[in-house]
Each structure stands twice: as structure tokens, then as C-alpha cells.
């Protein structure tokens, strides 16, 4: 027999997807992720990986599309399908895990920093403050330039430089939320910090913090892309940024290959964009003052 609690939850969930099947945009985006993460993790069903080794490929090179290779080759005549198909593996690994990273560091300082009062809150703040002054690819640029080149390289330089805006927002929600009379009653009660913040904080901010996750997903795959164009990123993985780097690098670009440079393009503006309407739908049907601006 399920629990009050639990049928809570269930009719909360289905309330929130039933407001979300509105929204048209945000429909679309997460039927567009949804073809897209499939496609990325079937990739080692439906092609043959042999196909990323360059002493493998079989095409020749910057080959235009044809009924062999659908998007043409590349400089080492392997298919740009294939690369695309494989590189989406790798954008949206790094995507998902910084996102983790950071989300999970923001979320954190911004709590503390709203429910305990005096000398953490100043530190945590002013370390914030330090992160938001300075631009995060850059810093994350500084990282991924010391450290060894690889795909967890990546996913640190960005989580740890990106999670200032969630630290910030988390902590604007938890001041009201504490504000709010049923906190103080529990205080009054004899609630502790640890329950304060697991039963009352942090399920009243998990739901803003899930619209904020989407929209970080779509940077963190930005950013990742940008390293990996500008060489930082793993040289033995193929992802969308290394692909358009390699263009850039190996001529492709000037020699009019536009079938090398527009699929992983286009790979990464749908897949941000889709990010974007996921995670502003989200923001509406959470949001109430959004809500009631609809």
C-alpha cells in the first residue's frame, strides 16, 4: 500500500506533465533531446565503431555526400555521419556530467550560505563573488591548459568554474523559503539544521533547481565544444567541438568542405536550443509568478 506521501508525489509529477504537455516549445525540445540521446547511445548498435580508426576508413578524403556516405567524409576520408553519431556520445557525456558537478556545487554553497548566518555566509559569498567577476570559459580554458588533457579534464574545468549562477539562485530561493512561517515553527519545535534543510529547504528548492539543470546542460555543452576547438580537449575522442576543429585545422574550411562543418554545427545550436525550450517550459510550470503571467 503506498503512502500518503508517495501519492503526493505521483499527483504533483502528473500535474506537472500535464502542464508541460501545453507548453509546445518545451514539447518539442525534449522529443528532439529524447531522438537524440537514443541515437547517441544505440551508436554502437546501428554503425561500426572500426569506422572512427583512420587506417580503417575506406572513403576518400573530404569526400561530398552520396549514397555511401550520406554526409561525405572528412579529411582522413571517414564518415562525417558516423563522427557525428560518435561525437554525440562524448558532447553530451561531458554536457551531463559537468552539469552534475556543477549544479551539485551550487546547489550546495547556496544553501549554506542562506541558512547559516555570520562567517560562512560572507566566505561563500565572496568566493562566489571571485567566480562570477572572472568569465568561467576562461578559467576553465586556464584549467583544461594545465591539467591532462581528457575528457574528465573537461568536466571538471567546467563544473567547477560554472556553478556561481545556481549558488546564486539557490541561495535567493532558500532566504525566501526560510522566511516563510512553517519553518519557524519548526525551529521553534526543535528542529535541527539537518532536518531544517533536508524536510523543508531543500524539497522546496529541488524543483527550481531542475529547470536551472537543463539550461546548464545546454552551456556545459557549449563550453565543451569551445575547448575542444580550441585543441584542449581529449585527442583520442571524437566529439562535436573536436570535429570542427579538425575542419578548421586541416583545411577543410577553405577548401569549401561545408558538409564536415554544418552537421556538428547544427548538432550543437539544435541540441542547446532544445536545452533552452526543455528548460523554459519548466521555468513556466514551476515558476508561479511565471505561471501567472501566461
Not at 20 to 26: I, K, L, Y
Not at 188 to 211: E, F, R, S
Not at 245 to 266: D, E, I
Request: glycine share 10%; hydrophobic share 50%; charged share 10%.
Amino acid at each position: 500500500m503506498t503512502s500518503p506521501a508517495w501519492q503526493r508525489r505521483r499527483t504533483a509529477a502528473r500535474d506537472l506533465w500535464r502542464e508541460f504537455r501545453t507548453n509546445r516549445g518545451g514539447l518539442v525540445g525534449l522529443c528532439v533531446l529524447a531522438a537524440i540521446v537514443v541515437l547517441a547511445v544505440l551508436a554502437p548498435l546501428i554503425t561500426d565503431e572500426s569506422g572512427l580508426d583512420v587506417i580503417s576508413a575506406t572513403g576518400t578524403p573530404l569526400q561530398p555526400p552520396s549514397g555511401e556516405y550520406w554526409l561525405g567524409t572528412d579529411v582522413d576520408g571517414r564518415s562525417v555521419l558516423l563522427l557525428t553519431f560518435w561525437g554525440a556520445r562524448v558532447s553530451l557525456l561531458v554536457g551531463f556530467a559537468a552539469t552534475v558537478l556543477s549544479v551539485f556545487i551550487g546547489t550546495l554553497v547556496g544553501i549554506v550560505a542562506a541558512h547559516f548566518q555570520g562567517w560562512p555566509s560572507a566566505v561563500l559569498l565572496r568566493v562566489t563573488d571571485f567566480f562570477l567577476v572572472l568569465p568561467s570559459l576562461v578559467l576553465a580554458i586556464a584549467l583544461s591548459s594545465v591539467l591532462t588533457k581528457g575528457v574528465w579534464t573537461i568536466v571538471l574545468a567546467i563544473g567547477v568554474t560554472s556553478w556561481p549562477s545556481t549558488a546564486r539562485l539557490v541561495r535567493a530561493q532558500t532566504l525566501t523559503i526560510e522566511s516563510r512561517p512553517y519553518i519557524e515553527r519548526a525551529k521553534a519545535l526543535g528542529g535541527g539544521h539537518a532536518h531544517l534543510i533536508g524536510k523543508h529547504v531543500l524539497p522546496a528548492v529541488l524543483p527550481l533547481v531542475l529547470a536551472n539543470t537543463t539550461l546548464v546542460v545546454g552551456s556545459s555543452i557549449i563550453a565543451e565544444s569551445t575547448l575542444s576547438f580550441l585543441g584542449l580537449g581529449d585527442p583520442t575522442s571524437v566529439s562535436w567541438g573536436s570535429m570542427l576543429q579538425t575542419a578548421l585545422s586541416s583545411g577543410a574550411v577553405t577548401a569549401g568542405a561545408w558538409w564536415y562543418l554544418l552537421p556538428p554545427g547544427l548538432a550543437i545550436v539544435v541540441i542547446v536550443l532544445s536545452f533552452t525550450l526543455v528548460g523554459r517550459a519548466l521555468e513556466t510550470v514551476l515558476n508561479p509568478r511565471l505561471k501567472a503571467g501566461r
